[in-house]
């Protein structure tokens, strides 16, 4: 049986202001030059439109980068943290227009396994006036039943400021069925994991954005212990002075443990991420946070 999809919804995406933490600032490198908070300014949070998903059915959403800021750095889903039926399967950096490489936003997509009840996605951008650029990581294709790891990295010159996962159903599939369990930032890219529930094959690809200015990643002070069936949350936070590009979860989650929100916006300068452990033991989940140099 085919999973129902939700129609796209356009909508005119929403503005937000980046807001400074309070952290202490971490020591600076040789590259981070300039006065503090400079380069913060030039970053931007959008919104994209707010879409209820029925019970057992999938949906889109997509956050478009501003004229003013029209790199597209970082981005996530921002759903309430009581949505952990939704898993997503899309969240990564897309154009409107399809273009394979003129990306002006994030576009996320979500499965809602509730039987019964509709649940929101809202995908959610950190978008720049820095120029950028995304590299692709090889696809995989992830057999049923099996999870799949996938890394994508900058060159050596590069830092990473955010990054995500794309899919590719393969013909016969019933619909995206390959769950994210993390997204998260490493030294030099991105890695993801995802786990096919389909009967059929999934394409998976991992994409890192990169940039020749300097960023740096803050790893979250504590983390959440996930009793089994039950959902949590944890945040990471920028230095003070920073504002996040990019995030995700710090740690690879066990199968079983699935992603549904990683969001920036909700923690002052930070970036908080929300999962659901549907394996038989308690896990732990972690924040990462991608951030601007000053």
């Not at 020591?27 to 879409?51: K, S």
């Not at 200015?213 to 979250?220: A, D, E, L, M, T």
Request: charged share 10%; proline share 10%.
């Amino acid at each position: 049986m085919r999973v129902p999809r939700v129609p796209l919804l356009i909508a005119t995406a929403t503005l937000l202001t980046l807001t400074l933490g309070t952290a202490a600032p971490a020591a600076p490198t040789a590259a981070e030059t300039g006065p503090p908070g400079a380069r913060a300014a030039l970053h931007v949070e959008v919104l994209g439109p707010t879409v209820s998903i029925p019970a057992g059915s999938f949906a889109h959403s997509f956050a478009q980068c501003p004229a003013t800021a029209p790199h597209i750095v970082g981005g996530g889903n921002r759903s309430p943290e009581s949505a952990s039926a939704l898993r997503l399967t899309m969240t990564h950096p897309a154009a409107r227009g399809g273009s394979p490489t003129a990306h002006d936003g994030w576009e996320i997509e979500a499965v809602n396994t509730d039987p019964v009840n509709a649940h929101t996605i809202t995908a959610y951008a950190v978008c720049s006036a820095d120029p950028v650029v995304q590299r692709d990581g090889p696809s995989l294709v992830v057999d049923p039943g099996v999870a799949g790891v996938l890394s994508s990295s900058c060159l050596p010159d590069e830092a990473v400021t955010g990054g995500g996962m794309s899919l590719g159903t393969l013909p016969g599939s019933s619909g995206p069925a390959a769950y994210i369990q993390y997204s998260s930032p490493s030294a030099d890219g991105w890695r993801v994991a995802a786990t096919n529930r389909d009967t059929d094959g999934s394409r998976i690809t991992a994409t890192a954005i990169c940039s020749t200015k300097p960023h740096s990643i803050s790893i979250g002070t504590s983390f959440s212990l996930l009793p089994p069936g039950q959902r949590g949350s944890a945040s990471a936070i920028c230095p003070a002075g920073r504002v996040p590009s990019g995030g995700g979860t710090a740690d690879a989650v066990v199968n079983g443990v699935f992603l549904y929100v990683s969001t920036g916006g909700l923690t002052p300068s930070g970036w908080d991420v929300y999962a659901i452990n549907t394996s038989s033991q308690p896990q732990e989940l972690r924040a990462a946070v991608v951030c601007t140099a000053p």
